[in-house]
């Protein structure tokens, strides 16, 4: 039960990634040009990407697991 629990865990954050990092990079990138009064430059959407990159795998990694442990120790009775 363990293995399934982190396969499927896993495979949730990775398909959760790709819409959040979408999502918070358009966050991003209005309120950076809007607190620069500018277009966003490609040097400084780089760095915004390297930095959503990580909070996006974080966030969508440990959503995941939480919502993974929830829905199998909740409905399925597994665990105590």
Do not use: C
């Not at 209005?30 to 430059?41: A, G, L, P």
């Not at 915004?48 to 442990?69: D, E, H, P, Q």
């Amino acid at each position: 039960m363990v293995v399934w629990y982190g396969a499927s865990s896993l495979l949730f954050g990775l398909i959760l990634f790709l819409p959040t990092r979408k999502f918070i990079l358009a966050v991003s990138v209005n309120k950076h040009q809007r607190k620069v009064k500018r277009e966003i430059t490609e040097d400084e959407l780089l760095r915004l990407r390297k930095k959503i990159n990580l909070i996006a795998a974080v966030l969508s990694i440990t959503f995941a697991f939480l919502y993974n442990r929830f829905i199998l120790f909740k409905f399925f009775g597994f665990g105590g």
